[in-house]
Every structure is written in C-alpha cells, then in structure tokens.
C-alpha cells in the first residue's frame, strides 16, 4: 500500500506540474505573439493574438472563442498550484479507500470539476474584457485605460481581501484535511461533487483578485505571476491569512495614492 501511495503521489505531482508549465508556456507565447506584427505564419499562438489585436474593434464569436481558451489556460496555470496540496490529498485519501481499485479516475474527476468551476470563470471573464473593450476601457493588449478603474478594481479587491466572506473561503481553501472530512462524499459522483465544492470556494476567495489583471495588463507574465504568487502564499505560507490580508492593505493604500493624485 505505502508503495501505491508513494507512486499515487509522484503521478499526481507530475500531472499536475506538467499542466501548469504547458499553461505558462502558451501563455508566454501568447504574449510574445502579441507583441510582433509580422502575422504571416498563421499557428495558433499567431491566431489567438490576432484576434486579441483585433478584440479593439468587432467581437466574433471566434473570438469570443480564443479569448475564453486564454483566460482558462491562464486560470489553470495560476491556480493548479494553489490546489495542488488538496489534489494530492485527495489522492491518499482516494488511494487508501479504494485499496484494489485504480483511483486515477477519481482523482481525474475531483481536478476536472475543481478546474470545470474556473472554466465557468473564464466564460464570465471573457464577457467582462467584452464589456470593457465595448466603453474603451481596455487597450490592445487589453490594459486598462481609465485611472479610476485602476482606483475600483484595487480598491475594491483591497476591501475584499479583508472580508469575513474571504476569509471564510480562504479558510476552506487552507485547511485540505478539514476540507475532505467535513465533505467528504464516496464514489465517482462523490469526487465531483467535492471537486465542484472546493473550486467553489476557491472561486469565492480568488475571484476579485483576477480582476486586477485588467489593472496590470491580461498578457503582462510578469503581473500575472506577481497575482499567481499572492494566490499561492496565503493559501500555503503558515500566516497566510495575514499574507492575504496584508496584500489587500497594499491594494487600499495605491488605491488611495492613485485617487488622490488624480483630483490634485
């Protein structure tokens, strides 16, 4: 058995890692297909930029297509390491329960539907980038143009992150054993309804710092990384409640700079 786990384990992390690093990967020649003109080699990276460059003027349902596949690939390769200690729990726990029985289904099911939740995200996400392009509040390289939206989105992610609605969600999110005992359900169904569950909560603790990609920039790597970390730290860091809540500290106080620049 102890063998099974430690093979169970090593499957997983390796799974889980190859999926984030193939999601950084388009993602950063995504954004290095953004910056080039010469659009005569048609590959995939190639068309989704174009279409990016050309989100500025008429949406297609093609576009509204791509735009979707990035904003979910980016989800994936920001938020699989986050959940990555509560798949891999998961997993043992999967692994001891089913003894004789093949668990990778399970274990498929349960990332599949935690990852189905940010696929849900995504569609809203793209709707919004819509949205803002349609009022010229995005540029090309979809950045946002007006101060004062900067000023709401950080100012409203700041008072966010202190919220007991946060915290709550960000308690779940922290504690995976507490997690699966409280919820724990048997079965394939039982494994997608968990999955549903905890991407659920994820969702409710992260989903407002995602907005602060109109702030950085959708395709600026480095600012995504930068939100991608603060995901990871106060999910994992031993205080990282007060990580999370001292980032949102940081969000009021430029929110609160930008403001006051701008009336004086």
Known sequence: MERLLIRDRALVVIALAALSTLSWIYLAVLAKDMTQSDMSLMGMGQMVAGSMQASMG?????????????????MVGMMVPSAAPMILLF???TRKQARQETPGLRIAIFTGSYLFIWAVFSVAATFAQWAL????????????????????????????????????????????????????????????KMGLSHGSYCLGCCW????????????????????AVLVLGEKVLPRGDLFGKLGGGVMLALAAYMALSALV
Do not use: H
Not at 219 to 226: D, H, I
């Open 58 to 74: 008429q949406w297609t349902g093609s576009t509204f297509a791509l735009m979707g596949v990035m904003w979910f690939v980016m």
């Open 208 to 227: 407002l710092l995602m907005g602060l990609l109109f702030v950085g920039g959708v395709m600026n790597l480095l600012w995504v990384a930068l939100i």
């Open 133 to 192: 392009t349609e009022v010229a509040l995005l540029s090309p390289m979809m950045v946002g143009t007006s101060q004062w939206l900067t000023v709401a989105l950080l100012g409203a992610c700041g008072v966010y992150q202190l919220t007991p609605l946060k915290q709550a969600c960000l308690g779940k999110c922290r504690s995976p054993l507490g997690f699966l005992m409280s919820k724990w359900q048997p079965g394939d169904l039982g494994a997608l």
């Open 91 to 93: 997993a043992t726990v």
